[in-house]
């Protein structure tokens, strides 16, 4: 079956630590996205590639960084200049980085405790 | 710069009932809209999109949405709920055919009741 997973469903990290999200997909999609949602927010955007070795911000992008080596993964570092790292984190892609559908993962919940 | 307002945080219904949600959006430029649907837990699930034609758009699972140029609004509608419609609800603009950015609001929960 072709998809989006990330791991692991649940994360828990001791503040000052760095975490590293998983995010792998097997559609052959060119185009990632991380999101980050909180309650009554959203999703707002961290970053984004549109091809292997390239990526941009986002809205949100300080405290976080991502490398796009593989076509097929897309992993997020939430570093330990996030201020406030704890909230549920949400993989996507999509065929390129236009008008198209985004599919998306079933999400990382990160608690720093 | 665009934004999403999505202008009710919960919609409680009764099973049978219909229902709409309501999103608006700010934009100078054409746009192309979307609503997506989260169960608990899970990631998001695409409902439905705009991208030209038909102003109505037919969904999955009975949802419906109408883009509203003058009001630059993008309301979803079922005409019947069941309890599995209980979720949350996502609307998304996008104004780039370039980076395929999206925009969502700030989501509306749908709480089907018996």
């Known amino acids: 079956d072709g998809g989006i997973t990330q791991s692991p469903k649940y994360l828990f990290r001791k503040e000052g630590q760095n975490v590293t999200l998983s995010c792998e997909q097997n559609?052959?999609?060119?185009?990632m996205y991380w999101y980050r949602q909180d309650p009554g927010q959203g999703l707002r955007l961290i970053y984004y590639?549109?091809?292997?070795?390239?990526?941009q911000k986002g809205d949100i992008a300080e405290g976080y960084s991502v490398s796009r080596e593989k076509k097929e993964s897309f992993p997020l570092t939430v570093t330990s200049a996030q201020k406030n790292p704890t909230a549920f984190y949400l993989c996507a892609s999509s065929i390129q980085g236009g008008v198209n559908e985004q599919f998306f993962g079933p999400g990382t919940r990160l608690t720093v405790l | 710069a665009q934004s999403v307002t999505q202008l009710d945080s919960q919609v409680p219904v009764f099973e049978e009932a219909p229902v709409e949600l309501r999103c608006n959006y700010s934009?100078?430029?054409?746009?192309?809209l979307f609503w997506y649907v989260q169960y608990p837990n899970q990631g998001l699930q695409l409902l439905l999109k705009y991208l030209s034609g038909s102003t109505l758009v037919k969904g999955i699972n009975g949802f419906e949405a109408e883009f509203n140029k003058s009001q630059t609004s993008f309301h979803l509608r079922k005409p019947s709920v069941h309890i599995s419609d209980t979720a949350e609800y996502f609307c998304?603009?996008?104004?780039?055919?370039?980076?395929?950015?999206?925009?969502f609001g700030q989501g509306t929960t749908l709480q089907v009741k018996p």
């Open positions: 590639s549109q091809i292997v070795n390239d990526f």
């Open positions: 934009s100078s430029v054409s746009v192309y």
């Open positions: 998304a603009v996008s104004t780039s055919s370039n980076t395929g950015k999206l925009i």
């Open positions: 559609l052959n999609h060119d185009a």
